[in-house]
């Protein structure tokens, strides 16, 4: 029976299971771009796990470190992640992942996915820093529009041309 699984087992026992979210969680912190390629379910699994050891890094206590040192298994992730990353999501509220769909596996058509921190693509804070200048446009009346268009309209003469 199925009553109340609450998470996805990967086909694997504890101990394997939580290995694998414990490697793939330091591979997302120690990446260069702070994003890795993997198949849509375990994605989805490690987000859930790595989400509230995210959470955890923004207090930066002793306590917290030696709770997130207990799932990780790895000095420099932990120290690159109350470091550097807990800084970039310090005002953040949650969502800290984002999971992008690329394709599929060719070996046995696996989904296959990015999973990558949010504030961390370069891509993405461009974008959102060129939308942040544009200037906010009020609504003004169709006479006031008129009135500004025959205003900065400029004149033009004709002078009669010549006939022969």
């Not at 390629?37 to 207090?59: F, G, M």
């Not at 002793?62 to 550097?84: C, I, M, P």
């Not at 990015?114 to 446009?137: C, P, W």
């Amino acid at each position: 029976m199925k009553h109340i699984k609450k998470f996805n087992h990967l086909s694997r026992k504890s101990s394997e299971r939580s290995a694998l979210l414990s490697s793939m969680a330091c591979s997302l912190i120690k990446a260069k771009n702070k994003r890795i390629t993997t198949t849509v379910a375990k994605a989805k699994a490690l987000r859930v796990y790595v989400e509230p050891l995210l959470t955890k890094s923004k207090d930066d206590s002793t306590n917290s470190r030696r709770v997130v040192f207990s799932y990780l298994q790895d000095k420099e992730a932990v120290t690159e992640l109350f470091r550097e990353v807990s800084q970039k999501i310090a005002s953040r509220n949650g969502g800290y992942t984002r999971i992008i769909k690329t394709g599929i596996r060719l070996g046995d058509a696996a989904e296959m996915c990015f999973i990558e921190l949010v504030d961390y693509d370069e891509n993405m804070l461009k974008g959102k820093t060129t939308a942040s200048k544009k200037s906010t446009r009020t609504r003004r009346s169709s006479a006031k529009k008129k009135a500004d268009e025959v205003s900065d309209a400029t004149v033009v003469e004709e002078t009669p041309s010549e006939e022969k």
